[in-house]
C-alpha cells in the first residue's frame, strides 16, 4: 500500500487540477472532496499536500489572484485534510458525511470573511458582513452540492474496490 500512495496521490493532483478546467457550476469542484479523502487514506504528509498542489498547478494555467484571498482558499482546503485526519481515526458515514459538512461550511465561513475582510465590496461593519455572507449563499449551494457528490464518488470507488479486493483475497486464501 506504502508504494501506491504516491502514485494515488499524483493522480488525485492530476484529476483535481483538470476538472477545475472542466465546465462545471460555481465551486462545484472536487479539491475539497480530495483534501477529506487524503486526510482519511493517505498519510499525513500527503493529506495535506496533494489538495494545496491540485489548486497549485490549476492555479498556474487558470491564473493567480489576490494573494490575501488564495490564501484564504487554501487555508481552508488545509483545515478540511485535518479533518479528514479526524474523520480516518472515527471512520463511519456520519463522520465522512459530517467532515465533508463542516468542511463545506470552513470554506464559505474563511473565503467570504476573507472577501469582507480584504476587500471593499461591502462596509466594514458586523451589517457588511452578514450582507457578504447573504451574497455568497448561492455559491455555497454549489460549493456543498460538489463536496458531498464527490466525497460519494471518492469515498464510494475507493471503498468498493477496497470490498471486492477483500472479498477475492478471502476466495483466494480459501482455495
Known amino acids: 500500500m506504502k508504494k501506491i500512495i504516491p502514485f494515488l496521490a499524483a493522480?488525485?493532483?492530476i484529476i483535481g487540477a483538470v476538472l477545475r478546467f472542466a465546465p462545471h457550476f460555481p465551486n462545484f469542484a472536487p479539491i475539497a472532496a480530495m483534501a477529506l479523502f487524503g486526510g482519511v487514506y493517505l498519510s499525513k504528509k500527503y493529506a495535506l499536500i496533494v489538495p494545496l498542489v491540485a489548486m497549485f498547478v490549476s492555479d498556474l494555467f487558470i491564473g493567480f489572484y489576490d494573494v490575501k484571498l488564495m490564501a484564504g482558499v487554501y487555508l481552508s482546503?488545509?483545515?478540511?485534510?485535518?479533518?479528514g485526519l479526524f474523520v480516518k481515526k472515527h471512520k463511519n458515514i456520519s463522520t465522512i458525511i459530517g467532515g465533508t459538512i463542516l468542511g463545506s461550511v470552513l470554506f464559505f465561513v474563511i473565503t467570504n470573511f476573507a472577501v469582507w475582510v480584504f476587500y471593499n465590496w461591502y462596509p466594514h461593519t458586523l451589517a457588511g458582513l452578514g450582507q457578504c455572507f447573504a451574497m455568497a449563499?448561492?455559491?455555497?449551494?454549489?460549493?456543498?452540492m460538489g463536496d458531498l457528490f464527490y466525497v460519494a464518488i471518492l469515498f464510494g470507488i475507493y471503498e468498493t474496490i477496497m470490498a471486492v479486493a477483500k472479498k477475492k483475497q478471502l476466495v483466494i486464501e480459501k482455495n
Do not use: E
Open 137 to 144: 449563499i448561492p455559491f455555497f449551494k454549489g460549493t456543498l
Open 11 to 13: 493522480i488525485f493532483v
Open 77 to 83: 482546503f488545509l483545515l478540511i485534510g485535518l479533518i
